[in-house]
T-cell receptor, first 111, second 113 residues
Framework: EDKVVQSPLSLVVHEGDTVTLNCSYE??????LLWYKQEKKAPTFLFML????IEKKSGRLSSILDKKELFSILNITATQTGDSAVYLC???????????FGPGTRLSVLP | EAGVAQSPRYKIIEKRQSVAFWCNPI?????LYWYQQILGQGPKLLIQ????????DSQLPKDRFSAERLKGVDSTLKIQPAKLEDSAVYLC???????????FGNGTRLTVT
């Protein structure tokens, strides 16, 4: 059974701090790993990673995948209160576009 | 492009009652998903459609949950009868192809009392 583990489950930081969120996975036939940000409503897409070692960046957010060690990290630099959210990691298998989600990391950024 | 539309936004029912949720995916997206997200947990797949056919419903509690996507566009998810543990947010998502991310609707928050 495919499995996604995220750590930490909860994190409190102050504005300006840098945070690293972790996602490890077990999947039978890996295709991609995705990160989403979920505030009060729908999860919004951040990154899709398919290749090891290639960093994806969007502003203060960046992410990288290690397919040998089966994990990914999401970095947020110079955090802002607007970064407060649950960050979800999901893996897609190569069979039928099946996405399995982790429990999420709840990030709280204090002013 | 218009996003994934879901209704209603909120629903409160008593246990043993029935409820239905509706979803209209992004135009042209062949794959549609229903996820259940219990408070404090990640989304869990209930059912996946490819056009109007079911790809995966292995985690759908079929004794009380049903879903259909008759014309391969919009979809309904029904619960009958509801239990207290069905209280959750029901998220609909769609995707147009492999190598494309899921796009989520705003969800329906169901409370069963």
């Amino acid at each position: 059974e495919d499995k996604v583990v995220q750590s930490p489950l909860s994190l409190v930081v102050h504005e300006g701090d840098t945070v690293t969120l972790n996602c490890s996975y077990e999947v039978t036939n890996f295709r991609s790993l995705l990160w989403y940000k979920q505030e009060k409503k729908a999860p919004t897409f951040l990154f899709m990673l398919t290749s090891s070692g290639i960093e994806k960046k969007s502003g203060r957010l960046s992410s990288i995948l290690d397919k040998k060690e089966l994990f990914s990290i999401l970095n947020i630099t110079a955090t802002q209160t607007g970064d407060s959210a649950v960050y979800l990691c999901a893996v897609e298998d190569n069979y039928g576009q099946n996405f399995v989600f982790g429990p999420g990391t709840r990030l709280s950024v204090l002013p | 492009e218009a996003g994934v539309a879901q209704s209603p936004r909120y629903k409160i029912i008593e246990k043993r009652q029935s409820v239905a949720f509706w979803c209209n995916p992004i135009s042209g997206h062949a794959t549609l998903y229903w996820y259940q997200q219990i408070l404090g947990q990640g989304p869990k797949l209930l059912i996946q459609f490819q056009n109007n056919g079911v790809v995966d419903d292995s985690q759908l509690p079929k004794d009380r949950f049903s879903a259909e996507r008759l014309k391969g566009v919009d979809s309904t998810l029904k619960i009958q009868p509801a239990k207290l543990e069905d209280s959750a947010v029901y998220l609909c998502a769609s995707s147009d192809s492999k190598d494309s991310p899921l796009h989520f609707g705003n969800g329906t928050r169901l409370t069963v009392t």
